[in-house]
């Protein structure tokens, strides 16, 4: 029975590609045409292919509704929130979860830190958008089109010496962060805080979240929270696992650099 629906799930990466007839299923699976025409039909009467009036074999429509269905009903909060308490465990730092939604990035979730010296946040607050590590991955991630009309619209508060001065600057740093692939907040926002932040992405490679640690230069120097970064990144990256259903590589070399 495994075997029958190991054969059954290999078909569909195969159709995939595109329409298939049923020589090349059957010689891609390595069965008698009678097999693969078993195996079809089953998936045909699951809406999971669809037979062409070529006699070929394509994905059916009942496949993409319930990808549909499923990346509806995820919740890359409830999916994220144990690892980034693990993260919160082993480092002692403030931990945040954000989303870019109608316009803003806000905060959608927050491990404190355990040092009585802490950044101030709160769950549901918008976050500082042109200074923000978790913004500028989001934004970042958002077709060149639209980053050139954002920045056009946004103010530009120079909340410290550090902040982000004006248009050209931020559309800068967005492309160096999404080439990069994590950002920082070094003083941007306020000087006594840092920040480092990594993407969690979606099957499809977009960025769905941001999550970030945030810890005042009284506790640890943006240097050493710096070299927390592959941590931090490692972290984003089984968060964007789980959210996705990918597997992990084989082997896990992480560089800041």
Known sequence: MSQTVDRALSILPLLAQGPADLSQVADRLGVHKST????????????????QEDQRYRLGARLFALAQEAVENLDVREIAHPHLAALNERT?????LAVHEDGEVLYIDKVESRYPVRMYSRIGKPVAITVA??????????????????????????????S???AAAFLQELATVREQGWATDLGGHEESINCVAAPIRGADGRVVAAMSVSAP???????????????????????SRDYSGTTPPKETEENPA
């Open 217 to 239: 230069n009284v506790v640890v120097t943006a240097e050493e929270l710096l070299a927390l970064l592959p941590l931090v990144r490692r972290t984003a990256e089984a968060i």
């Open 164 to 166: 982000t001065p004006d």
């Open 133 to 162: 590590a978790v913004a500028k991955l989001l934004l970042g991630d958002l077709p060149e089109p639209e980053r050139r009309a954002l920045a056009a619209k946004l103010d530009y508060p120079r909340y410290t010496p550090r």
């Open 36 to 51: 693969a025409l078993r195996l079809l039909r089953t998936l045909h009467e699951h809406g999971l292919v669809y037979r």
């Open 92 to 96: 002692g730092h403030t931990v945040h």
